[in-house]
């Protein structure tokens, strides 16, 4: 599946395994990894603690646990031919060393239900640059613990481990590292807790499930760094196929604890039809692109989280070719509350967050062209959430109701509230357009049997949506913008009529850092 990333060009066409809390400031760039820094006092200040995994891996068992399998590293496909040979609920233990497969391409292991696999200190499992994957197949209920697989050549958008997206899978303490592609599909009630996933081609996990439901997904405790270093979106600019995670129809999601870094693109990535996301109390820093996008999707908790220098590299790319659209570090774009569709809240509520020398900060978006049949929907053949079957957005019944309201994707019942803002320019060692929050649409265009042209989708975003700043603090020489990227303002205009946000905020105009 190939997402763009919308922007005002096309529109006018814990298991909290070694935490560490540390204090200081450096600088970031994406070739050194970054070192956690403290964040400003505040009482909106979440935890610090630091989902410090890669340079600290847990240790798996010395010995073969009592009734386990052993697993020969000197024997090539070894592991694949006891999984095929034994029955299901059988753990095996990897013996250390590089363990490998046949050296056939599609050779994997394939586990039965309730297998288990567990990784001496040591122990790795290597697909050498031949093989594609290394754990598939359909089976639920899958361990795996204390293992580093790496060196797998998944093509793109497939995942190394949990290939096929079976459900019920626990992966804890693993190091995925280096492979193409993907180093971890989902499946529904997958627990993704305490693991490195590192520099892996395109994500550390792309959280897709073909033909099924994808729910109950727990991501915690991980470290997320330098993934997509097959840089795709260089590779096939505009494809929106990268990021330290991507999510993809997840109904319920509790993403707590990680630290996502240094990764190039997007930190965090919900696109097309999530719902019902809690993503709280981690750290996302110094990741090229934003930390985090919500796109097209409902229904979320954003709390508690450390959000410090990202966006510098695409932020300031798009700033230098005169772009003027306004790039932040948290972009919802066509997403929102909805009660109608279940969940823990009926709203996106962004509260209680330390956003730290970030190019720019919140942006609140809606394409007026963006909706459910229309050839500018780069989610080809999906529809939202409350309208199931595409040819019914359509002329004439999408320009009444229910279907003018339900074929689109409302960036409504945002609240943003009790957030710190921290914003020094020279840190960034930027001029302009690194400072903005933003809540704008474009004037709808397309197609010609659009119910969307004119100024009404940027009308209802600004002002009839219940999108909401107040109570926050802003430190720094912030602006802001609204209805379209021509409408700076500054504080005043920002929260006097018609806008009449940031009530209850405080404002600090000098540099903070």
């Not at 405790?221 to 990268?242: A, F, L, Y």
Request: overall charge positive; some cysteine; glycine content about 10%.
């Amino acid at each position: 599946m190939e997402i763009k990333r919308r922007h005002w060009v096309w529109a006018t066409a814990l298991l909290a395994l070694a935490l560490l809390t540390v204090t200081g400031c450096e600088n970031t760039t994406t070739d050194a990894r970054t070192e956690p820094t403290a964040v400003p006092s505040t009482s909106a200040t979440p935890s610090t603690a630091v989902a410090r995994v890669c340079a600290r891996p847990a240790a798996g068992p010395a010995k073969a646990p009592a009734g386990a399998v052993t697993v020969d590293p000197k024997k090539v496909g070894d592991l694949a031919a006891k999984t095929k040979s034994n029955p299901p609920h059988t753990t095996f233990w990897l013996r250390p060393g590089k363990h490998r497969l046949d050296p056939d391409r599609y050779a994997q292991v394939i586990p039965k239900k309730g297998n288990r696999y567990l990784g001496a200190p040591g122990a790795v499992l290597d697909g050498r640059k031949k093989n594609q994957y290394a754990f598939g197949g359909s089976a639920r209920d899958v361990t795996i613990r204390y293992l580093t697989v790496q060196g797998f050549v998944a093509p793109q958008n497939e995942g190394v481990v949990n290939h096929d997206s079976a459900d019920g899978w626990v992966i804890e303490h693993a190091t995925i590292q280096k492979n193409s592609g993907a180093g971890l599909m989902a499946g529904a009630r997958q627990q993704v807790r305490a693991n490195c996933l590192r520099d892996n081609g395109q994500y550390g996990m792309n959280a897709y499930k073909s033909g099924g439901p994808l729910s109950g997904l727990v991501v915690e405790g991980n470290e997320i760094v330098g993934n997509n270093t097959g840089d795709w979106e260089r590779r096939r600019k505009g494809c929106g196929c990268t990021g330290g995670i991507k999510f993809w129809a997840v109904n319920g999601a509790d993403v707590r604890g990680n630290w996502v870094h240094d990764n190039r693109g997007t930190g965090l990535w919900a696109d097309t039809n999530n719902n019902d996301f809690r993503i709280e109390n981690n750290v996302l820093e110094a990741n090229d692109g934003a930390a985090l996008i919500y796109e097209t999707s409902y229904n979320a908790v954003i709390r508690n989280n450390t959000i410090r220098r990202n966006n510098w590299v695409e932020g300031r790319k798009a700033a230098d070719s005169g772009d003027s659209f306004p790039f932040a570090t948290v972009y919802l774009s066509e997403s929102g509350g909805e009660p109608r569709i279940r969940a823990r809240t009926d709203k996106i509520e962004i509260y209680r967050n330390v956003l730290e020398n970030n190019w720019s900060g919140i942006t609140l978006w809606e394409n007026a062209d963006r909706f459910c049949n229309s050839p500018a929907n780069t989610s080809s053949g999906d529809c939202t959430l409350l309208v199931h079957h595409t040819d019914r957005c359509a002329k004439p019944a999408i320009s009444k109701a229910p279907l003018y309201a339900d074929c689109r994707w409302k960036t409504q019942r945002v609240d943003i509230h009790d957030n710190r803002f921290v914003l020094d320019k020279s840190v960034l060692k930027c001029t302009a357009k690194c400072d903005r929050m933003s809540v704008l649409a474009n004037y709808g265009t397309y197609p010609d049997w659009s119910p969307y042209k004119g100024e009404g989708v940027a009308d209802a975003i600004t002002e009839k949506q219940h999108n909401r700043w107040h109570d926050n603090a802003y430190l720094g020489p912030w602006k802001f913008v609204a209805r379209d990227p021509s409408q700076v303002l500054d504080v005043g205009e920002w929260q006097d009529a018609p806008y009449q946000q940031d009530a209850g905020s405080t404002f600090r105009a000098q540099a903070g850092g």
